[in-house]
């Protein structure tokens, strides 16, 4: 998958995740989680965006590990919905956020090895001679 489908996906699952929220009857719980979810949920695509253009390959890493971290706290706000029936535990976006979240962990475990084996060179940190 490119980088720009990849984004694309997380544009459209923020988009799904909109559409549930504006679904759900108004009450005190759901304006409460509504809230986090929309932010947890929306923040992926806008950081996966912000990790496409980072100055560094630790920025990079960092960035993949907020999108993952936001992905997580937007599945447990799906399942707490779940879990208390005001949506189903088959939900479209509960089987998207779990598959994004598989694919952003291996990300991030495989940009955090390239990373190390750029800090473990011998060239890192060294200024180039003329």
């Known amino acids: 998958m490119t980088s720009k489908e990849l984004e694309d996906r997380l544009i459209k ?3 799904q995740v909109v559409n549930l929220i504006k679904s759900l009857p108004e009450d005190r719980i759901t304006n409460h989680l509504s809230g986090q979810l929309l932010r947890s949920s929306t923040s992926p695509a806008l950081n996966y965006g912000e990790a496409q253009g980072s100055e560094s390959q630790k920025d990079f890493v960092h960035k993949l590990g907020v999108v993952l971290k936001e992905l997580r706290e937007t599945l447990n706000c799906l399942k707490i919905l ?3 029936n005001y949506i189903k ?4 976006a509960i089987n998207e956020c779990n598959e994004l979240v598989s694919i952003f962990v291996k990300s991030v475990e495989t940009n955090k090895k390239k990373l190390e084996q750029v800090l473990k060179s011998p060239a890192y940190g060294k200024k180039p001679t003329s």
């Open 89 to 92: 535990a088959d939900q479209p």
């Open 13 to 15: 699952f923020s988009i």
């Open 82 to 84: 779940a879990g208390s």
